[in-house]
């Protein structure tokens, strides 16, 4: 039987996801839970299990792909499963190969295979250099056969070759690299001596050249949330806490306990909506802004009503630096944002993803802090938001 | 719109607009057309008009040129490319040469419109175009119309050239419906630039223009961004457009159903080297069909002529193999 991998739903609001490696080829051999792709969602890069035991006879998406939730991604024969475990055993790697070659006819066409093939045998073409090889390497005094000879550039030379050298000639190592990142035209120097960063710099400055940077899938993610947030009709509570800090125990973390505590008193703060329903959560899940190196992420914190300050405190270390799996984002009902630390006084937050609410805190004057609600006003109405905000500022003081 | 309804508004027009214009062939009068390309003319201009011939492809061309010289337009249908054979002597003797022979006193406003190309089973004996063998025929104009845009535009200026026009069409693309583009100063002679790219040129025409549209979206996910020409029109052929891609790209792909030997792609590839042998970073790649009658079995037929998937990897291959 044919068993379709689909690419699979990893959070609420993933529509597509990217491959990012295949871990299996055409003929490997699967068990159910082997990993056989690496697939990024918005959130998290995830490896994502065969499902079932069999032999890989298909993969119908290549590397950089975007497919769109629920497609199928490879297909595994299950039928062969039963041949390969008494072969593998004793030969994992030589004996699952031999048979899905003749399966490969039917393969849609596989870029990296085929480039594989091709790039291990031995080039066809001789010859010193293509035509328009030859007319650039003369427009700009580049000797190809002897950069030939010294093996710099290969045999025949193409144009991308002396492209290289004419800039190897005329730029410095790092000015090099400044028109590789803004892609400037070497046409627009003037190409009688060697051309130093400086010189580039000044240019990209005086031409204010933008220097271009990909989004980065978790950029777009948060891209995509904070406009969808924005669309939510909210209320706003503006409010004042009294707070003792802890030592040794980050305020954030003293702030998630409170808040915690006072969602286990307020159902609809456990709240989310989906279609015409309203699903509560026992769970008091916090979704915490945290500002990590490879960027803002809303990491969510499970069940903080159980967990002790100390254990708070050391998530808020962990999630700095560890590697966020879909369960360290996903199944928060309510969120927070701390911007005390970098001396901010005040400000509003955008609601997270699905939450009913976000709670914006800034820095601590005299063991006050100011503190600002968003509310979903779909989820909660004024009362209700005021009764849960009078519940976190008891709690905030006994915590 | 369809196709086919583009050819149909173009012959429609150009019988109101003009009364000398008439058309004639096998099946294009009570019967709507073997493609239904004629449909409803017959009752619309009547049996002088628009007339039903016998089977004898000799005859309708030779009929046609005969009404040419009397002052008609005539537009002659013959049914499949590979019939045309039969009146050969016709248009190559006869409609290609009278100008010439006549020191210019005769001209031949005829138009030949003919489908054919490899469709689906027709085997060896209908599924060719003879392009090639079009083109290489001085005193006519050779016209591809691979979209519904061209068949209308293209047709209409065929029938008022006062040339023999060799209208060629494919069999597939007849029920494809197709966007409809407004052009104002229409160019039957200027090739179009379907996707602009600066990797590679492929040019291409007639069906196998769907077929690279496809292999467009694989080659692009392998980070080749590829220009894409339709040549339009075979004979005169558009190397200004061909030669101005290839100043950018370096590199040039020609995609063809015909088979390769003599093909269309060999005459583009050597005017290619004429007119832009600097340019060129890699040689020029044929994708063309088969040196073989075109076979009968699906699965044959299909490894005879270029598909999307062949066109990839062929390309892909000749990159390697090239080192680019």
């Known amino acids: 039987m044919e068993y379709k991998v689909i690419m699979p739903i990893l959070s609420d609001t993933m529509d597509k996801g990217k491959i990012v490696k295949w871990l299996v080829k055409v003929g490997d051999y699967v068990k159910k839970d082997s990993p056989v792709v690496e697939v990024e969602s918005d959130k998290a890069t995830m490896q994502i299990e065969a499902g079932v035991e069999g032999v890989v006879k298909k993969i119908l998406a290549s590397v950089g792909e975007e497919v769109p939730v629920k497609t199928p991604i490879a297909i595994i024969d299950t039928e062969q499963k039963a041949a390969k475990i008494e072969e593998s055993k004793p030969q994992t790697q030589t004996q699952p190969q031999t048979q899905p070659k003749e399966e490969k006819k039917e393969t849609v066409v596989n870029i990296d295979e085929i480039l594989n093939e091709i790039i291990s045998s031995p080039k066809a073409v001789s010859g010193s250099a293509s035509p328009a090889a030859k007319k650039k390497a003369a427009e700009y005094g580049i000797n190809i056969e002897e950069l030939q000879k010294k093996k710099e550039i290969p045999k025949p030379a193409h144009l991308k070759d002396i492209d290289e050298m004419v800039i190897k000639k005329y730029f410095t190592p790092k000015a090099a690299r400044l028109i590789k990142e803004y892609s400037l035209d070497i046409n627009d120097f003037k190409l009688d001596h060697k051309i130093r960063s400086e010189e580039v710099l000044n240019y990209i400055k005086q031409n204010n050249i933008p220097k271009i940077t990909k989004l980065t899938p978790n950029k777009i993610a948060v891209i995509k949330n904070v406009q969808n947030s924005i669309k939510k009709p909210t209320f706003l509570i503006f409010e004042k806490i009294n707070i003792t800090k802890k030592e040794g125990i980050k305020l954030t973390a003293q702030i998630i306990k409170a808040l915690a505590l006072a969602m286990q008193k307020n159902p609809l703060t456990r709240s989310v909506l989906k279609d015409d329903k309203l699903l509560t959560y026992p769970a008091s899940n916090i979704s915490v802004a945290v500002n990590r190196d490879d960027g803002l992420y809303m990491c969510v914190i499970k069940n903080a009503e159980d967990k002790t300050l100390e254990e708070i405190n050391e998530w808020l270390k962990e999630i700095k630096t560890k590697r966020l799996t879909i369960e360290d984002l996903s199944g928060s009902t309510f969120g927070i944002s701390n911007l005390g630390m970098f001396g901010i006084e005040r400000f509003t937050a955008l609601i997270n993803d699905k939450d009913a609410g976000i709670g914006a805190f800034g820095k601590m004057n005299e063991g006050e802090i100011k503190v600002t609600f968003t509310i979903d006003h779909r989820i909660l109405n004024g009362v209700e938001a005021a009764k849960f905000v009078n519940d976190f500022k008891k709690e905030i003081q006994n915590v | ?324």
């Open chain 2, 1 to 324: 719109m369809l196709y086919r309804e583009a050819l149909n508004k173009a012959i429609d027009e150009s019988m109101a607009a003009d009364e000398s214009v008439v058309i004639l062939g096998e099946d294009v009068g009570r019967y709507g057309g073997s493609y239904r390309v004629s449909e409803g003319l017959f009752s619309k201009y009547g049996e002088k008009r628009v007339i039903d011939t016998p089977i004898a492809e000799l005859s309708i061309v030779g009929n046609a040129i005969g009404m040419a010289i009397a002052g008609l337009r005539p537009i002659a249908e013959i049914m499949t490319a590979n019939f045309s054979l039969l009146a050969m002597d016709q248009i190559i003797n006869h409609a290609a040469k009278f100008r010439y022979m006549s020191g210019g006193k005769m001209t031949i406003p005829l138009t030949i419109r003919m489908p054919g190309g490899v469709s689906r089973q027709l085997a060896a004996q209908h599924s060719e175009n003879y392009e090639t063998l079009y083109s290489s025929i001085p005193g006519l104009i050779v016209l591809t119309a691979s979209n519904a845009t061209y068949a209308y535009y293209g047709l209409k200026e065929a029938v008022f050239l006062n040339d023999p026009v060799v209208f060629l069409e494919h069999e597939l693309l007849y029920p494809m419906d197709m966007e409809f583009k407004e052009i104002k100063n229409f160019d039957p002679f200027k090739a179009e630039i379907v996707k602009e790219g600066k990797d590679l040129t492929i040019i291409t025409y007639l069906k196998m223009r769907y077929d690279v549209l496809e292999a467009e979206k694989e080659l692009k996910k392998a980070g080749i961004d590829a220009e894409i020409i339709d040549l339009n029109s075979l004979r005169p052929l558009d190397i200004e457009t061909i030669a101005n891609s290839i100043k950018k790209t370096k590199k040039c792909v020609i995609v063809e159903e015909d088979h390769k030997t003599g093909g269309m792609g060999a005459e583009i590839a050597a005017q290619i080297q004429e007119h832009c042998f600097y340019d060129l970073d890699v040689p020029v790649l044929r994708i063309a069909g088969e040196d073989v009658p075109i076979p009968y079995n699906r699965k044959l037929e299909l490894l005879s002529i270029p598909t999307p998937d062949k066109i990839v990897k062929k390309i892909l291959e000749w990159k390697a193999k090239n080192g680019i």
